[in-house]
């Protein structure tokens, strides 16, 4: 049987504020806990001068607890469908 505990997601998102509602929105959710949270400006240069900017929002989900897991959780990530 494998128990998931915990995972830690990476974003990119356009701006501050979609940074803010994405951690708001983690802290909301009920079947799992935020353990952490960040996010960071990041910027694309090209000789000197920014061609691109992002937020990097980096969360830690814990979904149980690993001495004493409670749930199973099948992720079966062959499957995940990725954007071109």
Known sequence: MKFLISKVETYRV????EAKELIESAKRAKNYTLSKYSNEHKERKQK???IDEWQRV???KVYTDEKEPE?????DDEDAEYED
């Open 58 to 60: 980096i969360l830690t």
């Open 48 to 50: 000197g001068e920014v």
């Open 71 to 75: 749930m199973t959780f099948e992720e």
């Open 14 to 17: 356009s701006d501050e504020n």
